[in-house]
């Protein structure tokens, strides 16, 4: 029967490596115990018992751990994202569906927005399309 943990264990490893989302390396502990528990006896139900034992304590001992690295992965804010909801003065003329430039902090930017923009305007940065500044009126105070 070990050989068959052993199987089941490069399976379960294999997987691990091709998602790389930490889906089944839980399994993966529990088919080595299991396949440890082999040696002592060859009651499959106690090699089972084992096998999902000692996965779902491994399970929920690493979890937290898991949640904590994983939650590092969240959106972290570029540069470009600095832009964002900020003034920007036009350079260059916009209108609906056509591409026009605008200055913020110092650098230009292409930009597009729903109204016309003449040159000289200010006009507050809404989103990105890629590389592309999104724009709309400034409201006035």
């Known amino acids: ?3 068959y943990w052993i199987i089941l264990f490069l399976v379960l490893l294999l997987i691990e ?3 790389v989302n930490l889906v089944s390396i839980w399994f993966a ?4 115990a299991a ?4 040696f002592f006896t060859d009651s499959v139900l ?6 999902v034992v000692v996965s779902v304590v491994s399970l929920f001992v690493t979890l937290p751990i898991v949640k904590k690295v994983k939650s590092k992965d969240k959106f972290v804010p570029t540069n470009l994202d600095r832009v964002l909801g900020k003034e920007a003065e036009v350079t260059k003329e916009i209108k609906p569906n056509h591409y026009g430039e605008v200055q913020v902090f110092g650098t230009t930017w292409t ?4 109204e ?3 040159v000289g305007e200010k006009a507050i940065v809404d989103a990105m ?3 592309k500044l999104i724009v709309k009126k400034k409201e006035e105070k």
Request: glycine share 10%; charged share 10%.
């Open 1 to 3: 029967m070990s050989v």
């Open 17 to 19: 490596l091709a998602t």
């Open 29 to 32: 502990v529990g088919a080595i």
């Open 35 to 38: 396949f440890i528990t082999s």
């Open 46 to 51: 106690l090699q089972l018992f084992v096998f």
């Open 111 to 114: 930009a597009t927005g729903d």
């Open 116 to 118: 016309v923009f003449k």
């Open 129 to 131: 399309d890629g590389v």
